[in-house]
């Protein structure tokens, strides 16, 4: 299985709620990733996780937390987000070691209102 | 430091021709190159990858990449385009062992009847 799947596809939500983002691999993949990606931009770079721990935090809002709770699953919580929040967020996978390409989910597309 | 150009910002072709999309990487390693390709509201698709092996790259859907050190250059080629290849593609550079990966800011194909 070389896919990365994403849940939900679409999500709109109020500034006040709390969703999740969800993302799952099985390629046996140690590290995962949360990119946003604004219309016509390149994906941003979020978070890193390897083997379930989190290593690089691109100095994310609070308001965004990653959580890994086992090596094939990552998620991305959300609260108290702002219109300008609303993205294509990506989850991607690569080998801990050598070559690191990564492969992407089809994302989220989140909208803020 | 590591960054990659991507000249074009669009390139317009007629189907059946052939495409060229530019790419120029600068890197204090020695670099993987990747070329990505994202149809409208997907997430990434890895088309092809340079990992110090073979300077010329075959990847999927007919395209192929050459890596040329003295150009410090990866582009991008495709004898003949297709409708299907109309999406924006991403010239990516990074490192083995890095988890960064380096996006250039993307070439919009337009495939024209």
């Known amino acids: 299985d070389t896919e990365v799947t994403q849940t939900p596809k679409h999500l709109v939500m109020g500034m006040t709620n709390k969703k999740s983002l969800k993302c799952e691999q099985h390629?046996?993949?140690?590290?995962m990733y949360w990119y946003k990606q604004k219309a016509k931009k390149p994906p941003e770079l979020m978070f890193v996780y390897s083997y379930e721990k989190l290593s690089i935090n691109e100095s994310v809002p609070s308001r965004f937390s990653p959580e890994c709770p086992n090596s094939s699953l990552l998620n991305l919580h959300l609260h108290a987000l702002q219109p300008e929040d609303s993205a294509l967020y990506l989850c991607a996978s690569s080998q801990e070691t050598g070559v690191p390409e990564q492969f992407f989910g089809p994302g989220t597309r989140l909208t803020v209102l | 430091a590591q960054s990659v150009t991507q000249l074009d910002s669009h390139v317009s072709v007629s189907e059946g021709t052939p495409v060229l999309l530019r790419c120029n990487y600068s890197?204090?390693?020695?670099?993987?190159l990747f070329w990505y390709v994202q149809h409208p509201n997907k997430g990434l698709q890895l088309l092809l990858k340079y990992t110090s092996a073979a300077t010329l790259v075959k990847g999927i859907n007919g395209f192929e990449a050459e890596f040329k050190k003295s150009e410090t250059s990866f582009h991008l080629t495709k004898p003949s385009a297709h409708m299907s290849d109309a999406a924006e593609y991403f010239c990516?550079?990074?490192?083995?062992?890095?988890?960064?990966?380096?996006f250039g800011t993307g070439t919009r194909l337009l495939v024209s009847p």
């Open positions: 890197s204090s390693y020695s670099p993987s």
């Open positions: 990516v550079v990074s490192a083995t062992g890095f988890q960064k990966l380096v």
């Open positions: 390629m046996g993949h140690r590290a």
